[in-house]
């Protein structure tokens, strides 16, 4: 199974075994990770599952589409490598991605 | 003081649904919630959005469903308190009594919580220090466009209400508009007439820019601006909007004393209530072994907790179970006259 690592804001990190087809938001929610919200349950329209990546993460990821976007404005300090968890869906390629959550989600 | 046998909290897909269950058996419900409109969720994150797991409903939005609730809970008379929040909830005798923020007193033996994620509320700027200046000189909603004439307006947001309030308030002060990214998310009209007023010097717009920091004592003075670089601005200001969308809390009902797990409130599903009798909650908010967090399951959680408050409302009656197809009390209660 491909292995995410979730960084806290404190630092505190997380390396958790995510299945294939499950969101990065779903992994961290079914194994209790803090730091990430999910309010409005993955459906792209609550901006409580933001979290941060490194640049080439970023660029590996499939681009986001315009409704999350537009979803991160709301967001609590978005950043240009800024993603919502739940619109990344696990695949073995991303085995090793890190992403690191903001110190709040709104 | 308003007696009824149940107060409703929240006018999501659930809460509505519990009205008219509640109405089949013979229960006055009143219902209040945070938002200005009904619909909870389906009307504030995704009125457009189709759905497509409503039992019996290929395909429905999230207006749809709500303009379909309310037609079906329209018998029953309901009230809705709108832009209305509970905060106390004390027991006197047999009763609740609940207070909301407006200083509404309601009185009732049974009070469904049908929070969804908690109350709506205005996403704000995470700045520090940006707390003390709010209703001041930073604001999150307009009541009185009048009180910004002739002033200096810095307007943070790219949405419709951001686009909107911008274009407004150009006519009667200094706007400049700032947002994280050079594209709006508001509708292409409103982005296209920022744009124009822009060329026109009639508002000025600063992107992708956020909010770096507030300057002023009592009043806001003047407040910089940052971009992804570090690049920094200055505008001297009098207000600062933010126009972020809303985000929901959990609220006062954490202060309730019912028991709490990771933000939802655990029931029992036999009838849906919390550890305080005459508590219920149902929908999104409510947490037990198997939880799904589908409207269809609200539905059926609002249904079993209506004949629980039934017992509470009514102590001396029996309650009778009774289809709508047969039953003629509760076609009565309908409102349907057969010919």
């Known amino acids: ?106 | 003081m308003i007696k009824t046998d149940v107060l409703v909290i929240g006018a999501g897909p659930v809460g509505l649904f519990a009205v008219h269950q509640l109405g089949l058996i013979g229960l006055k419900a009143e219902v209040v919630d945070n938002l200005d409109k009904i619909g909870g969720q389906c009307i504030e994150l995704y009125p457009d959005k189709p759905i497509y797991d409503i039992p019996a409903l290929p395909e429905c939005t999230g207006e749809s469903l709500t303009n379909n609730l309310l037609e079906q809970i329209k018998p029953f008379k309901t009230n809705f308190h709108l832009n209305e929040r509970v905060e106390q909830i004390i027991k006197e005798n047999n009763n609740w009594k609940i207070t909301t923020n407006k200083k509404k007193i309601f009185l009732a033996p049974n009070i469904i919580i049908a929070g969804g994620v908690g109350s709506f509320e205005p996403r704000k700027f995470s700045l520090e220090g940006a707390e003390k200046f709010e209703n001041k000189s930073i604001f999150y909603s307009i009541k009185d466009k009048n009180n910004f004439k002739n002033k200096k307006i810095s307007i943070f947001g790219g949405g419709d209400s951001a686009l909107d309030w911008a274009i407004e308030l150009s006519k009667l002060a200094e706007v400049t508009l700032v947002h994280r990214r050079n594209e709006f998310r508001g509708v292409e009209s409103s982005g296209n007439k920022v744009k124009e007023l822009e060329k026109e010097g009639k508002l000025k717009i600063k992107t992708p820019f956020q909010i770096n920091s507030i300057e002023g004592k009592e009043n806001i003075t003047s407040i910089t601006i940052k971009d992804e670089s570090g690049k920094i601005e200055k505008i001297s200001t009098d207000y600062v909007l933010g126009f972020f969308g809303l985000i929901m809390k959990l609220g006062p009902i954490v202060e309730w004393g019912l028991n709490l797990e990771k933000k939802t409130i655990p029931v029992n599903t036999e009838n849906f209530q919390t550890n305080k009798e005459g508590i219920f909650a149902i929908g999104d908010i409510c947490s037990y072994p198997g939880k799904l967090k589908l409207i269809l399951s609200g539905f059926h959680e609002g249904a079993l907790a209506a004949r629980a408050c039934f017992k509470l409302a009514r102590p001396n009656e029996k309650y009778r179970f009774e289809f709508t197809t047969t039953s003629k009390s509760v076609q009565d209660r309908l409102g349907i006259t057969k010919k």
């Not at chain 1, 961290?28 to 792209?44: L, R, T």
């Open chain 1, 1 to 106: 199974m491909p292995k995410i690592t979730y960084i806290e804001h404190n630092g505190k990190s997380h390396e958790i075994e995510v299945s294939k087809g499950l969101s990065v938001m779903e992994g961290a929610v079914q194994n209790n990770v803090p730091g990430i919200d999910a309010d409005c349950g993955g459906s792209c329209a609550c901006a409580t599952c933001h979290v941060y990546l490194d640049e080439n993460w970023y660029n590996k990821l499939p681009q986001k589409e315009a409704a999350e976007e537009d979803m991160l404005d709301m967001a609590f300090e978005p950043k240009k490598l800024s993603r919502l968890s739940c619109q990344i869906t696990v695949t073995d390629d991303l085995d090793g991605l890190v992403v690191k959550m903001p110190s709040k989600q709104g």
